[in-house]
């Protein structure tokens, strides 16, 4: 299959918008008419053809746009991409594990010869042909993290594992919904999550990093979480909160189904094998309401897991100022009609 | 979930005598495939079927981590054990087909210190010698101090001293004794990490040691042997099962909760990660916690275990699984 990548921004004239055929394989995130926190972790196995987990890292239509907006964002402020000194091996790591695993599943779109530690790598989106050997950084115009990260979709923290818990010691993120790695970094598990409402009083956190602590190599999980984000602007970041927080108030009830989109991470969590860290891709997907809704079990479910959100969690998720006038626009897609369970549409 | 789910299937390459106790074994993909890349410090559980009985037992990795080609570990023959080091001393051969779990690192080096200070017992020098070919390769300073009982048993101490030189230093019990601690300890550059593998009197001495002169708890890492004691046969109730399941005296609990099909996670099998402490619903008698995860007002409570090496004597002992 040939993906055609989009030409489409996620700033200023925000032109990004999802192809119909690209609306199926949209993933969902809620399995349930109701939504509250879960350890909802499962294997991140190849799961069902042309959806997102088919593959280890998904390749979509807005590739080679992310990969631009990315590269925006870090000539605006290269604080997006930090590495404390110890992780370079974790960051070969990462290389290795893109650039194995997009080669095997795309290999019309990328291409990987290994002879000895001599590595030549091919990626035909990006226009990419670079040789060099595996595990010397000075070989790399950047540092190896950034390198990959420059090339692959999502966000990526890598956590160093040591003193019985995770340390967010290096990350590439510029597509982050409102978290800070300049703020962030070298933080444990539990610093970095400190501002999360009722997760911690209900030990989800104890569980996830005694989970994650036993990640064994090879055997990789994934979950999805949510927000809402108005316009399909991919750098919600603190720092550039004064560009994208007065949009809240541009919301009104006849701009709805094009302005507010549902932003879904797909979080996947990699052993890594020679630097014993977990990397912790974070790809974000974008759906505007009016995408949403053509499709009906989703417009149904939405509608109902908006309207009986917890409150803590519309203040946490920066929902407030139009959580009513969105809840009252979804209800006109909600017939009372049962919905299949899973996240798929019928 | 436990890295012991999915394993890999070997051959074993090569099968040496290193001295009168001490066995090395060597593995290679059935297929020649690469192993999986791995840190030093890492250890793989290796699947043992000796009729009937399926041990699992975890042995350090002391192959360097860049050679993907093979893997090794060294086996040191318990005869008072459950079997485990004698099966692979007697019945393991060249070219015998068997399954190893990918790697897991419970001992790692910490990759921010500005030297590392490695303290070998005995058996307890292979993951070090994994570690030092990572911290060579690394370019990171690193000492090893490696003491064992006799010059006979020392395995490895010639090789090592060839290959890393004067950042090896060589101790015996019958020439001498081990190192001086508390000198060792008191004259190291700041940022120094210490590790500590060897026998229990050996961890206990250097982790005191390392406190009372003012090292940071998160500079001091261990690692206990990894191998589950034998013991009298016992059965347990498995609530959320409902089965009865019996434990041999060679089998641990876990390897029984295994056979029986029920999950359960576990990952270092030595009583040392944690992955498995599993509550406790009844118990009616004494359970013989022979972990180093639980702390003292844990055991007394009686409402937890960690099935992977320790064991029961009593009327009835219900475990929530």
Known sequence: MTIQFRNETFRNDFTYANSPGNIPRFPFPFPEDVYMYSTNVEPHHATRAGSPFEHAFDVDEHYVAEMKDRALVLADDPGRCQALPHMETAGW?????????????????????????????????????????????????????????????????????????????????????????????????????????????????????????????????????????????????????????????????????????????????????????????????????????????????????????RPELVEYKGLSRYHPILVEWLSQFDDGAPTSPGIFPD | MS???????????????????????????????????????????????????????????????????????????????????????????????????????????????????????????????????????????????????????????DSLQDRFGDNVTCYCDDAGGGPDLAELLSDQPLGTHVYVCGPKGMIEAVVKTATDLGWPAAHIHFEHFLSPPVGQAFSVHLAKAGIDIAVGPEQSLLEAIEASGTPVNCLCRGGACGQCETRVVTCDGDIAHNDHWLDDDQRASKQFIMPCVSRFRGERLELDL
């Open chain 1, 93 to 309: 790591d990462f290389v290795e594990l893109v650039m194995v695993s997009k080669a095997r599943d795309y290999p019309d779109l990328f291409e990987l010869t290994i002879d000895g530690d001599r590595w030549h790598w091919i990626n035909k989106p990006l226009q990419i042909d670079d040789t060099f050997i595996f595990g010397d950084s000075s070989a790399l115009p950047c540092h190896p993290m950034e390198y990959i990260g420059r090339q692959v979709q999502g966000d990526h923290a890598i956590l160093d594992q040591r003193d019985g818990n995770l340390w967010l010691d290096a990350g590439i993120i510029t597509a982050q919904a409102d978290w800070s790695l300049d703020f962030d970094v070298g933080m444990n598990f539990f610093e970095w999550h400190a501002p999360v409402p009722l997760a911690h009083e209900l030990g989800v956190f104890q569980r996830a990093l005694k989970f994650l602590l036993s990640l064994p190599q090879g055997q990789p999980s994934r979950r999805l979480n949510w927000t809402l984000t108005v316009n399909p602007r991919l750098d919600t970041s603190p720092e550039n909160y004064p560009k994208w927080g007065p949009d809240r108030t541009t919301v009104t009830p006849e701009n709805i189904g094009e302005k507010i989109h549902l932003r879904v991470e797909l979080q996947t969590f990699w052993r890594l094998p020679r630097s014993n860290a977990i990397l912790f891709p974070i790809r974000t997907y974008l759906m505007a309401m009016n995408e949403v809704v053509t499709q009906p079990k989703w417009g149904r479910r939405l509608h109902r897991v908006m309207r009986d959100l």
């Open chain 2, 3 to 157: 890295a012991s789910d999915h394993l890999i299937p070997v051959v074993v390459s090569k099968v040496v005598e290193v001295n009168s106790i001490i066995k090395r074994f060597e593995f290679k993909h059935i297929h020649g495939n690469e192993l999986p890349a791995f840190s030093g410090g890492a250890h793989i559980v290796v699947e043992m079927l000796d009729g009937s009985t399926k041990r699992k037992n975890a042995y350090s990795l002391m192959s360097s981590p860049f050679e993907r080609g093979q893997y090794a570990i060294s086996v040191r023959r318990d005869d008072d054990g459950r079997g485990g080091s004698k099966f692979m001393h007697e019945k393991v051969e060249a070219g015998m087909k068997m399954n190893i779990s990918a790697p897991v690192n419970l001992f790692s080096l910490d990759l921010r210190a500005r030297k590392h200070l490695m303290i070998a017992g005995g058996i307890g020098i292979t993951p070090f010698i994994a570690q030092m070919a990572q911290a060579s390769e690394l370019g990171a300073p690193f000492e090893l101090h490696y003491a064992a009982r006799t010059a006979a048993q020392a395995a490895y101490m």
